[in-house]
């Protein structure tokens, strides 16, 4: 079982800067992929970026070249730079990570989620 507790989260104008932070406590030695999911109103949950292990990471299209997601692994805990915010990145932000169970499975662990609010 893995704990992750997000912060970080705010109000910020247009064209600003967040960084969220995640850190995972419990079973976090089998932790492979740490990553970022946000859920806008009345919209489906979303990736945002993702970090492996090996820290290959991948970005959704609409945040490539803004957003900048990192691990410490020594502090169990996975980061996201969001830069050059805009109204359209608001939304509930949701850490995940994946723990390798074995014979190629994985259980998905998330955390409360954190409210981040763009305005004009």
């Known amino acids: 079982q893995v704990q992750l507790v997000e912060s970080g989260g705010g109000l910020v104008q247009a064209g600003g800067s967040l960084r969220l932070s995640c850190a995972a406590s419990?079973?976090?030695?089998?932790?492979?992929?740490m990553g970022w999911y946000r859920q806008a109103p009345g919209k489906q949950r979303e990736l945002v970026a993702v970090i492996t292990s090996g820290e290959d990471t991948n970005y959704a299209d609409s945040v490539k070249g803004r957003f900048t997601i990192s691990r410490d692994n020594a502090k169990n805990t996975v980061y996201l730079q969001m830069s050059s915010l805009k109204p359209e990145d608001t939304a509930v932000y949701y850490c995940?990570?994946?723990?390798?169970?074995?014979?190629?499975?994985?259980?998905?662990?998330w955390g409360q989620g954190t409210q981040v609010t763009v305005s004009l």
């Open positions: 995940n990570t994946k723990t390798d169970v074995g014979l190629g499975f994985h259980l998905d662990s």
């Open positions: 419990g079973n976090t030695f089998s932790i492979n992929t």
